[in-house]
Nanobody, 125 residues
Framework: QGQLVESGGGLVQSGGSLRLACAAP????????IGWFRQAPGKEREGVSC????????VYSDSVKGRFTISRDNAKNTVYLQMNNLTPEETAVYYC??????????????????WGQGTQVTVSS
């Protein structure tokens, strides 16, 4: 851990939007698949989205498809997660992670070797 740095979390009302950022001072993100995961208190970690480094293909969990968008700014070596129409159930710590594998549709956390410390997202009702 520690090679990725998340930012952009905060408090937002239900239906609101946030954009999370994942910076990687020690990695060149276009060589990695970058995934976003979240973990709510008392719940298992859940894969949210992934962006492949080689071809830019994306994966989204069914729960966020159509509302979240993952993207990359190569000049800034940063991956973003735009989250729209958030619900209180999506309150969690959001983590970004890097994998040398291509994005799996199953968003398996164990495939990711590098993790950030997480950023808290709180959605109020």
């Amino acid at each position: 851990q520690g090679q990725l740095v998340e930012s952009g979390g905060g408090l937002v009302q239900s239906g609101g939007s946030l954009r999370l950022a994942c910076a990687a001072p020690g990695l060149l993100l276009d060589y990695f698949a970058i995934g976003w995961f979240r973990q709510a208190p008392g719940k298992e970690r859940e894969g949210v989205s992934c962006l492949s480094g080689n071809d830019g293909s994306t994966v989204y969990s069914d729960s966020v498809k159509g509302r979240f968008t993952i993207s990359r700014d190569n000049a800034k070596n940063t991956v973003y997660l735009q989250m729209n129409n958030l619900t209180p159930e999506e309150t969690a710590v959001y983590y970004c992670a890097a994998s040398l594998y291509a994005c799996s549709p199953y968003l398996r956390g164990y495939e990711y070797a590098h993790w950030g410390q997480g950023t808290q997202v709180t959605v109020s009702s």
